[in-house]
């Protein structure tokens, strides 16, 4: 396994030196300590070996009952298909269309791609451009594989109806679980700069020094990793478009944060989830769902909702709000602490679907006409526009723009000091 003597982090910008490194080490930027490249032992075969199980474990999972529901000798039981059927018979388009890619699509068409590229890494004769676009593929949808998500909505949906009726786990339930382990481990083995190696070879060295690729006229490949001369538009390697630092980078986080707090209104004012029982219907927002559940004594889950659907959301938006400050009007704080706040920021977002999928699980399970249904409220998709939109605010904000700022603060104070 080769990679190149350079690559600059896509965090920071620092120009690295790649040591050598042996199997199953990692190795991380030394300025912002960012994982830059992980070398695995046996990659290729592990991969193929999670990859393929993952999808036999998905087929499983779609071909037998996946949960029952029994209350006062009404029993029904549901397969994973069911969750979107019955919202597309409900009227709930949108809804179903979001939860089939979250569930189905983009984790079948990432564990294909993935198959499909270890595959031809060992026959010559597949054109690289093809290559080139299962990579791009990769990259793109790996953000929004949401299968672990859902594992835990089904369990907190599990947890809502245990009061009200008994809840088994069918077969297709455990088929599941293993395949969310198998799609997971699959995307720790998959590192990016080993594969834009294996498909378009070492990006072209350049004699760097130990600091900022924008300080040295270069610009670091932000898809990929490699380093390039400062007069490029598009990667040698990768063909993505490049550029020094991301542009209308703050601009665009603005205004997808104000539009999201925009549509946190009518999450949070509307009912997210409607509940018939005996004839009477009873809408519940997302506060209403948590004190419920929190009377009943469920306090972990109750917990588990109010950060995920209402403390999550907001810190999100005054979290990337103030590194937008902090990039243009920088504090004394140390940039790492930034980084770290940006990084936790990207990984807890996405999880904020819980409510969401539990909201789909709930429909599917409990139709049983005016006795007790549960259907969507209209918030479901104001609340799922909410963290959409503020995934891509925290994919459009640029972390080099914090360090741009570190440096030109630590160099005034230098001056200042001498």
């Given amino acids: 396994m080769f990679y190149e003597n350079i690559t600059t982090c896509e965090e920071c910008d620092f120009v690295n030196s790649i040591p050598p490194l042996r199997r199953g080490e990692r190795f991380r930027c030394q300025r912002c300590a960012h994982v830059l ?3 695995h032992k046996h990659v290729s075969v592990r991969i193929m070996g999670s990859g393929l199980s993952a999808l036999l474990m998905l087929a499983m999972s779609l071909s037998f009952p996946f949960l029952g529901f029994s209350s006062n000798g009404i029993e029904r039981t549901v397969s994973l298909f069911d969750t979107l059927s019955v919202l597309l018979s409900q009227g709930y388009l949108v809804l179903s269309i979001l939860l089939s890619l979250a569930l189905f699509v983009f984790p079948v068409v990432y564990l294909l791609a993935i198959l499909f590229l270890v595959w031809s890494f060992q026959h010559q004769y597949v054109l690289k451009f093809v290559q080139r676009y299962c990579v791009r593929w990769l990259l793109v949808i790996e953000p929004w594989l949401m299968v672990d998500v859902f594992l835990v909505g089904i369990l907190v949906a599990l947890v809502k109806m245990s009061s009200l009726a008994d809840i088994s786990l069918e077969l297709s339930f455990w088929a599941f679980c293993g395949y969310v382990i198998l799609l997971l481990k699959t995307m720790v083995l998959v590192d990016k700069r080993w594969l834009w190696n294996k498909v378009a070879g070492r990006s072209a060295e350049h004699s760097a020094l130990a600091m900022t ?4 006229g270069l610009i670091g490949c932000h898809f990929c990793g490699a380093t390039l001369s400062g007069h490029a538009t598009h990667c040698n390697r990768c063909g993505h478009s490049v550029y020094s630092r991301r542009p209308r980078s703050i601009n665009t986080t603005v205004a997808l944060l104000v539009a999201s707090l925009v549509m946190y209104i009518p999450a949070n004012v509307f009912p997210i989830m409607q509940t018939t029982f005996l004839g009477s219907t009873e809408p519940s927002t997302i506060m209403g769902g948590v004190l419920l559940l929190w009377s009943l ?23 990337l709000g103030w590194l937008c400050w902090q ?3 920088p504090s004394r704080r ?11 920021t990207e990984l807890v977002g996405r999880w904020s679907m819980i409510d969401v999928f539990v909201v789909a699980i709930l429909t599917s399970l409990v139709q049983m006409g005016n006795f007790m249904s549960i259907l969507p409220g209209p918030a479901v998709l104001s609340f799922t526009a909410v963290i959409v939109l503020t995934m891509l605010a925290a994919m459009a904000f640029d972390p080099r723009l914090l360090w741009d700022k570190d440096d030109v603060t630590g160099a005034s104070l230098e001056g200042g000091e001498e």
């Fill in 327 to 329: 990039s243009r009007y």
């Fill in 297 to 319: 004594g469920s306090y972990p889950v109750a917990l588990i909702i109010l950060f995920a659907s209402v403390v999550i959301p907001i810190a999100k938006v005054l979290s």
């Fill in 213 to 216: 690729a924008k300080k040295q």
């Fill in 37 to 39: 490249v992980n070398v």
């Fill in 334 to 344: 140390l940039t790492k602490q930034k980084i770290t706040l940006y990084r936790l």
